[in-house]
């Protein structure tokens, strides 16, 4: 059975920090991109960040880029987002998904709600 | 404002069908595969299609893609009341260099 479990998430102020887990069992990790997606209260999804199967490769939307970075650990079958100078406009649940095909997003965690208070 | 547009809502009659529209242009849609997302209230987004017109398993062939040119297009057929939720196209945007997503549109089943 395949599981996503996004944790993490919380209550913060600006200009803080935070890191996201993701841990993921049921599939082969490690041979698949992940991503983080998000999507603020009542609002659409927006793409956050990806990272290839061996970490080597990473992309960022501009809204995050030089403030989240995002890892993972195929030993731990983790993925991982660490958040720094957060902002309100951060506050969002964050999902997190593997790429099944040519960013077909197929396993999706339940999310984790990081807010950001000021 | 999203780079690719769908219409915010639609609504139709159980057992009809329905089509959802995503429009973009030669970066994204254009040059890239499409996928397509159901959100039921409360939950996490569910991949309906993806690479344009492929369906994961599990999900019922009353679900269709299809993409010609800059737009993509959701259908579905013989409507449920279960159908109601939210629906999001996502792609590549070449010129963006990210993942992208419309913004959304709310299926209602009257």
């Known amino acids: 059975e395949v599981q996503v479990v996004e944790s993490g998430g919380g209550l913060v102020q600006t200009g803080g920090s935070l890191r996201l887990s993701c841990a993921a069992s049921?599939?082969?990790?490690?041979?698949?991109?992940m991503h983080w997606v998000r999507q603020a209260p009542g609002k659409g999804l927006v793409w956050v960040s990806r990272?290839?199967?061996?970490?080597?490769?990473?992309t960022y939307a501009d809204s995050v880029q030089g403030r989240f970075t995002i890892s993972r650990d195929n030993a731990k079958n983790t993925l991982y987002l660490q958040m720094n100078s957060l902002r309100v406009e951060d506050t969002a649940v964050y999902f997190c998904?593997?790429?099944?095909?040519?960013?077909?997003?197929?396993?999706w965690g339940q999310g984790t709600l990081v807010t950001v208070s000021s | 404002q999203s780079v690719l547009t769908q219409p915010p809502s639609v609504s139709a009659a159980p057992g009809q069908r329905v089509t959802i529209s995503c429009s973009g242009g030669?970066?994204?849609?254009?040059?890239?595969?499409v996928s397509w997302y159901q959100q039921l209230p409360g939950t996490a987004p569910k991949l309906l299609i993806y690479d344009n017109n492929k369906r994961p398993s599990g999900i019922p062939d009353r679900f269709s893609g299809s993409k010609s040119g800059t737009s993509a297009t959701l259908g579905i057929t013989g409507l449920q009341t279960g159908d109601e939720a939210d629906y999001y196209c996502g792609t590549w945007d070449s010129s963006l260099s990210g993942v992208i997503f419309g913004g959304g549109t709310k299926l209602t089943v009257l």
């Open positions: 998904v593997d790429d099944y095909s040519n960013l077909g997003l197929r396993y």
């Open positions: 990272i290839n199967g061996d970490g080597s490769t990473t």
């Open positions: 030669w970066s994204n849609i254009g040059n890239n595969y």
């Open positions: 049921g599939f082969p990790f490690s041979g698949f991109w």
